[in-house]
Structure formats: C-alpha cells, structure tokens
Nanobody, 124 residues
Framework: VQLQASGGGLVQPGGSLRLSCATS????????IRWFRQAPGKEREGVSC????????YYADSVKGRFTISRDKAKNTVYLQMINLKPEDTAVYYC??????????????????WGEGTLVTVSS
C-alpha cells in the first residue's frame, strides 16, 4: 500500500486549501483513510477519517464545520477540503491507512501505512 499526500501550501487566515491523498495497492475494499496533523512542538493529532466500505466519516472537534473529507473511488484519492483556515491549523498533514477496517477506527487506533506529509501554513 502506498499513500501520497499533496496540496499543502501557504494560505492566509480565512482561506481554503484542498489536500489530496493518492492511494494504491489495497487488496480489499475494507480500509479506512485518516488524516493526522502535527504542528511544530506538538503531538500528532487526528483530524478526520473516511471509511472505504460505506463512506462514513468523522472529524475532530477542532475542525468540525470547516473541514470535509471525501473520496473519489475512480481516482483512488481521498480529499480533505479545508475552509476558514486558522493559524492553529498550521501543521504537517499526513494521510494514513488502516486495512481490514469495515468502519473508521478511533484516532488512537494503530495505523498500518503512512504517507509522507504535506505542510500547511496559515499565516498573514
């Protein structure tokens, strides 16, 4: 399994970005993709999750109403649309996969595969 995150960049507060996570190598339809982020000097935190089997999603409280996770099955890509970005959203964002998952696992649940991160900087 391979994951490649992209789409990060510099954006002003209140702005928007869309991150992409291109995936490949899954051998079944039962997996979950989670987005995590890690800000400088802080612990990694979970952001959002989408289940491949039924498309169910969940979000961290800090991003609810501002971030939307979605998938394009034909392109094997998961997206994280981020609006109304705040300076505290600044972090390296990672997509991660958990296989043999019929639903999204909790953020603390083990990750099977990590992608390389993409840096999001929210600053004026």
């Amino acid at each position: 399994v391979q994951l490649q995150a992209s789409g990060g960049g510099l954006v002003q507060p209140g702005g928007s970005l869309r991150l992409s996570c291109a995936t490949s190598g899954f051998t079944s339809d039962y997996y979950a993709i989670r987005w995590f982020r890690q800000a400088p000097g802080k612990e990694r935190e979970g952001v959002s999750c989408i289940s491949s089997s039924d498309g169910s999603t969940y979000y961290a409280d800090s991003v609810k109403g501002r971030f939307t996770i979605s998938r394009d099955k034909a392109k094997n890509t998961v997206y994280l649309q981020m609006i109304n970005l705040k300076p505290e959203d600044t972090a390296v964002y990672y997509c991660a996969a958990t296989v043999m998952a019929t639903m999204c696992p909790p953020f603390y649940y083990d990750v099977d595969y990590w992608g390389e991160g993409t840096l999001v900087t929210v600053s004026s």
